[in-house]
């Protein structure tokens, strides 16, 4: 089959390599353009464009696609069977979506109609969800609102993570997008109801509040592992939290009830297990107080 796969992230690699080694002609690989990442601000290419060159495959790297009528027309060019979308960043004008014979076809990282949106792995553990899963959907000019082809759900346990769930969901995807590819399955429209959405996150997504429960911290803490991340202030230093456990405890949020790092939160408490001071290593709660003694009744998040 003649297809064009268009993903950027490190979760897009997995379906990008089961296509390719399933034997399809990949016409195109689209993907974000190299950008200024790390301390060192030097360009980077996305792991999709890294792997395309890995696997000798064309890449084009247009920073915009609604407005760029000659990006429209190349793509058109190709004379495409289907598209292949995962994660790539870019909204498809309708042009674009009505070009291959058969649509494109989208590898959703939730349970549709649940999780709509730009970080639905993060949302669904941040939520408390009890499980999620891959979809793959025919794209419409919605966002993420197009029929269903495939589903498949994995469970939430109280200790996952999204970074567990991240790799999990990007082999499902690369499983279900093959089946999806070899056989056409019947689309299924989404149910108008129960569809929730789950924006872009910012940095300032994981500063820590203490007055939420520690259900919730704890749940935030899974969600935002790795990215953005949780933190603190602890003595006017940004604490990066890594991993907390909940634990019975009561005072005004964000004390420090004993020697083992308890903090209280707006019910119940939470011990920090792995932090983080910035620019120092990840160390172990018992193992960061022996450097950095945190005497109960510091208040953090000041």
Known sequence: MRLAFMGSPEFAVPALRAIHGAGHLIAAVYCQPARP????????RCPVHLLADELGLPVRTPSRLRTDQEAQAAFAALDLDV????AYGL??????????RRGCLNIHGSLLPRWRGAAPIH????AGDRETGITIMRMDAGLD??????RQSVPITAE???????DVLADIGARLIL??????PVAVPQPEDGATYAPKL????????????????HRRVRAFDPWPGTSTLLEGNLLKILAVKAVDGDGPPGTVLDSSLTVACGNGAVTLTRVQLAGRAALDGSAFLRGHPVPAGTVLGQ
């Open 160 to 166: 996952t993570t999204t970074a567990h769930l991240h």
């Open 83 to 86: 598209a292949v979308v995962a």
């Open 37 to 44: 990442a790390g301390r060192g601000q030097a360009v980077r």
């Open 179 to 184: 089946e999806a590819l070899a056989s056409p």
């Open 123 to 126: 949302a669904a553990v941040l």
């Open 91 to 100: 909204i498809l004008p309708q042009a674009m979506l009505d070009a291959p």
């Open 145 to 150: 609102t197009g029929p269903m082809l495939l």
């Open 202 to 217: 910012t940095r300032d997504d994981g500063r820590i509040d203490w007055s939420e429960s520690a259900e919730a911290i």
